[in-house]
């Protein structure tokens, strides 16, 4: 699996010292509140985990998946896939995601949540891809600034593969070829 990698673009422990900067942050926001922590499966399950452990709030867990990318292109078509457990009216809503690139992903969650009564919607990225940027949204917390190129680990999968590499990557071009 790692032969499939061009480079490493964020390292574990780099990765691990930006959790802890965020978690910094949310901890000071977040400290006598508790939160519904809305994890977009399934390419943000890695980071909102390792995040959770270093939040110092209470907080419940909850999941939602969203289809909008096929392959390497964004298909700029999002779909509800799996919903909520979790009634999020009157609830402070702390949304994990993996990247926020066209941003169409983002705004369809923020709009449902808030259609939803939500008390607040705030989101927390891993990374950002400001180049891709379609739509005009931002995450409130974001860790790691990234450029216009497809990655893969900690979570971001090409064809469902590679999510579990502990790195941040970009794959060698002959891997898309093959396919
Ligand atoms: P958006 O709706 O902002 O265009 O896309 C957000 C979603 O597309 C992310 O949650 C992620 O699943 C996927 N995505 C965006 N950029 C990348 C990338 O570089 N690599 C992978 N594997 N997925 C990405
Ligand atoms: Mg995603």
Redesign the pocket.
């Known amino acids: 699996m790692n032969n499939d990698i061009q480079s490493v673009l964020y390292s574990e422990q780099q990765i691990d010292q930006m959790e802890d900067r965020l978690a910094k942050r949310l901890n000071a926001e977040y400290q006598n509140r508790q939160p519904i922590v809305v994890s ?1 499966l ?3 399950v890695f980071f909102t985990t390792d995040m959770m452990k270093k939040m110092d709030f209470k907080a419940t867990l909850d999941f939602i998946d ?1 289809s ?2 096929e392959g ?1 292109e ?1 298909t ?1 078509h ?1 779909t509800l896939e799996h919903d909520l457990k979790h009634d999020v009216k009157g609830q402070d809503v702390l949304m994990m ?12 969650l923020i709009d449902l949540l808030q259609k939803r009564g939500a008390k607040s919607v705030k989101v927390c990225a891993m ?1 950002d ?1 400001p180049e ?4 005009d ?1 931002h995450a409130d917390y974001a860790g790691l600034e ?1 450029p216009n ?4 680990g900690y979570g ?3 064809d469902g593969l ?1 999510r579990n590499l502990p790195y941040v990557g970009i794959l060698k071009p002959s891997v898309y070829s093959q396919s």
């Open positions: 977009v399934t390419g943000a969203v909008s990318y390497t964004s700029g999002v995601e993996d990247i926020v690139d066209t941003g169409r992903t983002l705004q369809y990374m891809k891709g940027r379609k739509v949204v990234v190129e497809f990655l893969v971001l999968d090409y590679y």
